[in-house]
C-alpha cells in the first residue's frame, strides 16, 4: 500500500536516484526474505551487520516492513525515512507526548508580530551537533532558505517554505521568518534542522543521498552511524542530547520483506519490536496474545486506508502524461466505483474490528478535524445505486455482461498494490468481487517497487495510505495544483496528481486562518470536496496493532498516552523513552509510560506511571506515511 507518510509511507523517490535504491533492493532480497536477523535484539558484539553494539551494550531492534527511500531530509517522505529524521535532527517545535499539543524542540519559545507576518522564534544554546559544534539558527536560516531556492532540496517538504518572504538569523539564538501572508502552521514546521557547516558543501540535493559518511551528524536523542540498503539502519545514543540520553546504547530499524519472519522473530526474541507494515495483521496480533513476555499494543492509529483514482497525470506546464483509463476522469463513474465497495465488510473482515470505517482525509482521533459525510452527501454502500451512475454516464453492460467503455472495448482496471501488504491483496479480491458484479474486471497489480508506475502515472487506481500529523496542512498540501510535478520527468510533492481549483481555493483560506475553531470548519470543507469528487475513496482508519518483548522493553511511551501508537510517532518519545528490561529503572526516567491497549476483548493494561514532558511536535510523512 501507499503510505507515505510524512510522514508517508511508501513512495515518491526522486527520479535521479530511485535506480540506486532498486538495485540495492535485488542485491538483498534474499537475504531480507529469510528474515536474516543479529543473534538476539540485545546482542553485544556487532559485526556491521546492525545486530547490535559492543561491550554489553543495550540495543533495541525494530522489525518494520518498510525499506528507507532516502536519509536525506530533503527527499525523504517514507515513514521509516522520516521516522529516523525525527530521531537524528531536531525539529523547530514538537508534540506533547501526552495529549499532541505544541511544545519546545529546537526552538524555546516563539512569537509573532501584530499582522501575523513575522514569527521570531528563540533558539535553545544547549543543544549541540554530534561533531561538537552548537546548533544555532544560522543552521536553521540556511536549512529553510536551501528549501525556498532550491527545488531538489523542497522534494520532501517545500510545502511549509513556500509562503516564506525571508529567513534571517540576526544572532545565535534568534530566527526570523517573514510571510508572504498569514500562515497557521507557524508552529508545526515539520522540518528537520541541518547543520549548515556539513549541508552547504552538498553540490546536488536530488542526488545527495545522505548514506556514505557516517556518523552522520546530527542533533537530536540518537546519532546514525551505519546503514545497509533494505537491510537495516543503526543508530546510537546521543549522550549530550540536551533533553537527556536514550537509555538504549542503540537503536535498529530492521527491515523484513515477509512480515511473518518479522513476528517470528519478535517470537524467537530477535527482535524486540514489530510493527507490521504499518500494523500487525489480525491474525498476526492473535498469534502473539498470550505469549510469555510478549504485549500488543491495539491502539487508535493516525493513518488513513484509501483508493486513489488517476486523474489524470499531468505536470504543471500544462504536460499529460501516463496512461489512466480515461472513464474514471468521469465523476459519476468515481463514484460508482466507491458506492460499491462495502466499507464495513473491509473493517469486519479484513481488518476483523481492528480498524473503523473510513470517510475523510483525518482520522477521530484527530477529533478537531475529523470529517463525516451528510446523510445525502455518503457514498454508501449501494451496488443498484453504482450501476445506475455507470449505465447514467454511458458505460453500459454488453451481452455477456461486461461493462463496456467509450471505445467499446470492457472495463478492465489496473489497481496498484504492495506486494509486501495483506491488506492490500484481501481488499483486491474484494474489490475483483464487488466491481465484477458491476460487469468491470480488475487487474491487481502487486510490485515490491510501485514507485516507478505511481510517478509515471501509469496505473489506474492505487491502494493509498498516510500517516496524518495533528496538524493536518501537509497530508491536505499534496493535493494541491502546486504539488505537481514542474515537467513529466521531475517529481512533485503530488499524491496522485489531483489538481481542483476549489480545492486550491480552500486549502489557502485554512492556512491563512489562525482562529482554530474557524480552520478546522474550512479544513473540513477541504475534506468534504476531496470527498465529493471521488478521487479518494478514504475506505477504513487501522488501529496501530504492534507488538514488543517485556523481557527486552521494560517500559516505552505511546503517543498519546491514552491509547496511542508507539512506532510512527508525532516525535521521539517512544524510543528515547524505552527502558531496558534489566536496567533496575522502572519509572522510565523522564519518560511517561503510556497506556497499552491489549489484542484481547477491549482489555487494558497499564503500563506504568505517567509523567509529562515540558516539550512539543508530530511525526507523516507519510508519512508522512
Known amino acids: 500500500m501507499i503510505t507515505h507518510d510524512q510522514h508517508r509511507r511508501g513512495r515518491t523517490a526522486p527520479r535521479p536516484w530511485r535506480a540506486r535504491l532498486l538495485a540495492a533492493l535485488g542485491a538483498c532480497a534474499l537475504l531480507l526474505a529469510s528474515g536474516t536477523v543479529a543473534p538476539s535484539a540485545s546482542a553485544e558484539n556487532g559485526d556491521g551487520d546492525g545486530g547490535g553494539g559492543g561491550g554489553g551494550d543495550k540495543v533495541l531492534t525494530v522489525a518494520v516492513a518498510q525499506s528507507v527511500d532516502s536519509l536525506s531530509p530533503f527527499l525523504a517522505v517514507r515513514l521509516v525515512s522520516t521516522s529516523i529524521h525525527r530521531l537524528t535532527y531536531e525539529y523547530l517545535t514538537n508534540y506533547d507526548a501526552e495529549d499532541n499539543h505544541v511544545i519546545p524542540g529546537l526552538a524555546t519559545e516563539w512569537k509573532s508580530s501584530p499582522d501575523k507576518l513575522t514569527w521570531t522564534y528563540t533558539i535553545r544554546s544547549d543543544s549541540r551537533w554530534s561533531d561538537g559544534e552548537r546548533a544555532t539558527a544560522e543552521d536553521a536560516a540556511w536549512t529553510f532558505n536551501t ?42 514546521l515539520d522540518v528537520p534542522i541541518v547543520p549548515k557547516h556539513v549541508w552547504e558543501k552538498v553540490d546536488d540535493f536530488s542526488e545527495y543521498n545522505n548514506d556514505k559518511d557516517f556518523p552522520v551528524v546530527g542533533n537530536g536523542p540518537f546519532v546514525l552511524t551505519d546503514y545497509k540498503p533494505d537491510s537495516y ?12 540520553a536514550p537509555k538504549f546504547d542503540e537503536l535498529v530499524f530492521r527491515y523484513y520483506k515477509d512480515q511473518d519472519a518479522a513476528v517470528a522473530a519478535l517470537r524467537k526474541g530477535e527482535v524486540s519490536f514489530v510493527a507490521g507494515s504499518p500494523s500487525l495483521t489480525p491474525a498476526q496480533a492473535d498469534s502473539l496474545k498470550g505469549e510469555e513476555n510478549i504485549r500488543v499494543n491495539d491502539a487508535p492509529g493516525r ?14 506546464d500544462g504536460t499529460k502524461f501516463g496512461n489512466g483509463d480515461p472513464s474514471l476522469l468521469d465523476r459519476r463513474v468515481r463514484n460508482a466505483l466507491f458506492k460499491a465497495v462495502d ?29 463525516e459525510p451528510s446523510a445525502g452527501q455518503e457514498l454508501a454502500y ?44 484481501a481488499v483486491g479480491k474484494y474489490l475483483q468481487e464487488w466491481w465484477g458484479e458491476l460487469g468491470i474486471s480488475v487487474t491487481l497489480d502487486c510490485l515490491d517497487n510501485v514507485t516507478d508506475p505511481w510517478l509515471a502515472g501509469e496505473y489506474d487506481l492505487a491502494f493509498d495510505g498516510w500517516s496524518v ?10 493535493h494541491t495544483c502546486d504539488a505537481l510535478p514542474a515537467t513529466p520527468k521531475d517529481t512533485g510533492a503530488t499524491d496522485n496528481f489531483i489538481c481542483d481549483k476549489e480545492y486550491d481555493e480552500l486549502y489557502a483560506r485554512q492556512l491563512a486562518e489562525y ?40 517500559s516505552i511511551t505511546t503517543m498519546p498516552a491514552a491509547a496511542g501508537n508507539i512506532y510512527g510517532q508525532d516525535g521521539y518519545w517512544s524510543w528515547w523513552s524505552a ?31 505517567v509523567v509529562l514532558f515540558a516539550v512539543r511536535r508530530r511525526a507523516t510523512a507519510d508519512d508522512r506515511e
Open 147 to 188: 528549501m525556498m531556492t532550491d527545488p531538489a532540496a523542497a522534494t520532501a517538504n517545500g510545502s511549509f517554505v513556500g509562503n516564506f518572504a525571508k529567513v534571517t538569523a540576526p544572532s545565535p539564538t534568534q530566527l526570523v521568518i517573514r510571510l508572504k501572508k498569514p500562515q497557521a502552521t507557524m508552529t508545526a
Open 233 to 244: 539502519v543503526r543508530l546510537k545514543a546521543n549522550k549530550d542530547f540536551w533533553r537527556g
Open 303 to 316: 493513518r488513513f486506508y484509501a483508493l486513489a483514482t488517476n486523474p489524470g497525470a499531468r505536470a504543471k
Open 343 to 371: 466499507r464495513k465488510a473491509i473493517v469486519d473482515k479484513v481488518f476483523q474490528g481492528h480498524a473503523v470505517e473510513g470517510a475523510g482525509y483525518v482520522p477521530p482521533r484527530f477529533s478537531s478535524y475529523f470529517f
Open 382 to 425: 449501494d451496488p443498484q445505486q453504482a450501476a445506475e451512475l455507470l449505465d447514467e454516464a454511458g458505460y453500459r453492460t454488453g451481452a455477456d455482461g461486461k461493462r463496456l467503455g467509450k471505445d467499446g472495448k470492457p472495463l478492465d482496471y489496473r489497481v496498484l498494490c504492495h506486494a509486501t501488504d495483506p491488506n492490500d491483496k
Open 469 to 478: 500529523n495533528p496538524d493536518p496542512d501537509f497530508v491536505l498540501s499534496i
Open 515 to 554: 482562529d482554530a475553531g474557524k480552520r478546522a470548519g474550512i479544513v473540513k470543507q477541504l475534506e468534504s470536496r476531496l470527498y465529493d469528487t471521488g478521487y479518494m475513496n478514504v475506505m477504513a482508519y487501522p488501529n496501530a496493532v504492534e507488538a514488543y518483548r517485556t523481557d527486552q522493553i521494560e
Open 579 to 609: 527502558v531496558p528490561a534489566d536496567s533496575g529503572d522502572s519509572s522510565g526516567g523522564s519518560s511517561s509510560t503510556g497506556t497499552v491497549i491489549g489484542i484481547a476483548a477491549g482489555v487494558v493494561v497499564l503500563a506504568g506511571l
